[in-house]
T-cell receptor
């Protein structure tokens, strides 16, 4: 597609349920990022994938959070046993490899998660 | 990534230039300066980046001081649609993750 696509755009769930959020990066982009943004707050880094390298999971807040990426395509962020503090917009971004442009990220519109 | 310091908020009159400062005194030689903005309820948008030379594109200009310890993003003719949070980020191509700080809330008023 032309841009980064995320689904669902909105998700309302009950506390304790599991949720999956999906990200389709721009075709050919080898790097993929997940961020979390709580209401009125800044972007919080969660996880970073680069090609076949081991992902940087240093931002995942707890073991309830996990993410996978199939090759250099789709990524899924899974939150198990959701808590109310997980309510946020989850943003995915992708970038191409190499050179001076690896910091040029293209963001999706985000998935807004509300945990009741 | 090196730490950046930005003012929490700024105002600008519509049609005037908006000059957003950023301090990055601990920047190292292989780190670039990137600027992003986030308009309310949208994902962040890349604006511009540079290493040591001044840069200009259709959105903005980036002025980096000779010692590279600070930079200024210039929106030459601000419009109401430029109201957003502007993030200054220092990032090396050898790093993985890109970290956002708190940014500057720019409000453009009529």
């Amino acid at each position: 597609g032309a841009g980064v696509s995320q689904s669902p755009s909105n998700k309302v769930t009950e506390k304790g349920k599991d949720v999956e959020l999906r990200c389709d990066p721009i075709s050919g982009h080898t790097a993929l990022y997940w961020y979390r943004q709580r209401l009125g707050q800044g972007l919080e880094f969660l996880i970073y994938f680069q090609g076949n390298s081991a992902p940087d999971k240093s931002g995942l807040p707890s073991d309830r959070f996990s993410a996978e990426r199939t090759g250099e395509s789709v990524s899924t962020l899974t939150i198990q046993r959701t808590q109310q503090e997980d309510s946020a917009v989850y943003l995915c971004a992708s970038s191409s490899r190499g050179g001076a442009n690896t910091g040029e990220l293209f963001f999706g519109e985000g998935s807004r998660l509300t945990v009741l | 990534d090196a730490k950046t310091t930005q003012p929490p908020s700024m105002d600008c009159a519509e049609g005037r230039a908006a000059n957003l400062p950023c301090n990055h005194s601990t920047i190292s030689g292989n780190e670039y300066v990137y600027w992003y903005r986030q308009i309310h309820s949208q994902g962040p948008q890349y604006i511009i980046h540079g290493l040591k030379n001044n840069e200009t594109n259709e959105m903005a200009s980036l002025i980096i001081t000779e010692d590279r310890k600070s930079s200024t993003l210039i929106l030459p003719h601000a419009t109401l649609r430029d109201t957003a949070v502007y993030y200054c980020i220092v990032h090396s191509t050898s790093y993985g993750k890109l970290t956002f700080g708190q940014g500057t809330i720019l409000t453009v008023h009529p």
